[in-house]
């Protein structure tokens, strides 16, 4: 088992930055790739970015490609989605998936673990 715990979202005006983090605990000594993904009101889950256990795979959507980015601190067991030049259409809440060996990718159904998410609302 693994539990994550998100944090780091507030309010934040249209063009700032803000970085969340994903902190993991419980059977965290073998590898899990994790992703971040976002749910605005009335929609689906959406993929945002992931990363491989090593931190040498990333993968973003077009959505925020060159505007995020993910990274991971193996000994904090601890993975950060840096959000710059944020929108209002990025008003979500944010959800860390970890996934047990492999590589987890831009599926909802690919994680094994969720946290509880954290809310991010850009104002315009």
């Known amino acids: 088992q693994v539990q994550l715990v998100e944090s780091g979202g507030g309010l934040v005006q249209a063009g700032g930055s803000q970085r969340l983090s994903c902190a993991a605990s419980?059977?965290?000594?073998?590898?899990?790739?994790v992703g971040w993904f976002r749910q605005a009101p009335g929609k689906e889950r959406d993929f945002v970015a992931a990363?491989?256990?090593?931190?040498?795979?990333?993968l973003y959507a077009d959505s925020v490609k060159g505007r995020f980015i993910i990274s991971r601190d193996n000994a904090k067991n601890t993975v950060y989605l840096q959000m710059n030049s944020l929108k209002p259409e990025d008003t979500a809440v944010y959800y860390c998936?970890?996934?047990?060996?492999?590589?987890?990718?831009?599926?909802?159904?690919?994680?094994?673990?969720w946290g509880q998410g954290t809310q991010v609302t850009v104002s315009s």
């Open positions: 419980g059977r965290t000594s073998k590898p899990y790739s």
């Open positions: 998936g970890a996934r047990n060996a492999g590589w987890g990718g831009s599926f909802v159904s690919n994680y094994d673990y």
């Open positions: 990363i491989g256990w090593s931190g040498g795979s990333t």
